[in-house]
């Protein structure tokens, strides 16, 4: 069975965490929004997934950067401080007796409607807010073994009509991505940009090695990734040569290793792309040396 960079360790746990709703807690099987919300009817919202690790939020300031920047473009106006949000996080995470080896999504949605439309102006209510906080570590079987892509029809959109950086629940072109890659028999999307280059993967970014040099794309056509940018950053800290750069299939088909990046799944290598595999079929030792330098850095900022 294809697996993917999301799978978790399974956690009873998960089946009795409590949901914070709009200023209320509720049990996972009741918590729940109106049909008339935006992020439901329309996919009008943002949101932002961060990990707990021993009771700190790992890269909280960066996270709050992106989901402020991302409301701020699509015209939400936030109606809590930075320091508000962080303590309903905080509730939320006391509330479930939780620190450590737990994954959130925090998700703002500009509201409920008073009529199923796009047009924001007949919005009767203030943002939602909900937040899940599960007890969620990523499968090391997952790690161990590495991902498969596959390389999708659909491309990753140009920033003049939905800039990839903007982290909102319109993600269906995403989801059509997979879906491909599935049929496909692999685990995940590799998805090009608008000029054919090599652009993210459909819920992570991606990096390839050639010649001990670390790739990735420009990221004008990626999500603007907390762990993509963090990985730039250690690779630049620890003299490994990183190139944001335009690269094709023919560049890639002829890497000597790959991985990809995310919050949830930190590091995780690509064994295998269009069929193809990527140097001998194996995480390589560069991706391990990138990986362990990313989880020194988080144990780093969680002193």
């Known amino acids: 069975m294809p697996k993917g960079t999301h799978d978790a360790i399974e956690d009873r746990r998960n089946e009795d ?22 992020g ?29 920047q991302s409301a701020k473009v699509i015209g939400i106006n936030l109606p809590f401080s930075r320091e508000e949000l962080l303590e309903t996080i905080f ?21 409920i409607k008073k009529t199923p439309s796009q047009d924001p102006r007949l919005t009767i209510s203030g943002p939602n807010l909900v937040i899940i906080a599960e007890h969620k570590i990523a499968s090391s079987e997952t790690k161990k073994r590495g991902i498969t ?75 603007n990734g907390i762990t993509r940018g963090n990985i730039i950053a250690v690779c630049e800290a620890n003299g490994i040569v990183c190139r944001q750069k335009n690269f094709s ?28 595999s990527v140097g001998d079929g194996q995480s390589g030792a560069l991706t391990q040396k990138i990986s362990d330098l990313y989880e020194a850095l988080i144990v780093q900022e969680t002193k």
């Not at 409590?18 to 929004?33: C, D, Q, S, T, W």
């Not at 949101?47 to 709050?64: A, M, N, P, T, Y």
């Not at 299939?249 to 193809?276: P, Q, R, S």
Request: hydrophobic letters at 40%; one cysteine or more.
């Open 17 to 38: 965490v409590m949901i914070y709703v709009n200023g209320e807690f509720l049990p996972r099987n009741e918590a729940k929004i109106s049909v008339f919300d935006s």
């Open 40 to 68: 439901y009817l329309v996919g009008d919202g943002v949101w932002e997934g961060i990990r707990l690790h021993h009771g700190k939020l790992v890269f909280i300031e960066k996270h709050l950067d992106r989901l402020w």
């Open 91 to 111: 509730e939320t995470l006391r509330k479930n007796d939780m620190y450590d080896g737990v994954h959130l999504r925090v998700m703002v949605t500009r509201g």
């Open 149 to 223: 892509l596959f390389t999708s029809s659909y491309r990753r959109g140009s920033p003049d009509y939905l800039d990839p950086r903007l982290n909102c629940h319109s993600k269906l072109h995403e989801v059509q991505a997979l879906i491909q890659a599935i049929e496909a028999g692999a685990d995940e999307a590799l998805m090009l940009d608008i000029h054919g280059f090599v652009a993210t993967c459909n819920s992570t970014n991606f990096f390839m090695i050639k010649d001990g040099e670390v790739w990735t794309s420009t990221g004008q056509y990626c999500m």
């Open 249 to 276: 299939l023919f560049d890639l088909y002829g890497a000597d290793e790959a991985f990809v990046t995310g919050t949830f799944g930190g590091v995780t290598a690509v064994i295998k792309i269009d069929g193809k």
